[in-house]
């Protein structure tokens, strides 16, 4: 593993010391990850569920309550559907 060097503020270091039950290298790790995520473009679960409209958010609640079976019998359907678009493009394109 890397290492690197971090430089805090004296005030904040004062109250870092104040809780020493945080272990600041993993917060501080947490924190360039999320760091990373935003700067590429990468939400967490919770985040996309907030941006998302309430009916979004009430629809996606449906879906996540219906049977595993007919959530599988949908993708399959969904799937071949797409192997069909792409086998048609695939033809006119040529």
């Known amino acids: 593993m890397a290492h690197i060097t971090l430089s805090v503020p004296d005030e904040l270091y004062e109250e870092m010391k104040k809780h020493p039950e945080i272990k600041w290298s993993e917060a501080a790790r947490q924190g360039i990850r999320q760091q990373m995520s935003y ?56």
């Open 39 to 94: 700067t590429m473009g990468v939400v967490s679960g919770k985040e996309l569920l907030s941006r998302l409209s309430p009916d979004a958010r009430a629809a996606l609640e449906r879906i996540s309550n219906l049977p595993k079976g007919v959530l599988r019998k949908q993708y399959n359907k969904m799937k071949e559907s797409e192997k069909r678009r792409m086998k048609l493009l695939t033809r006119t394109s040529s």
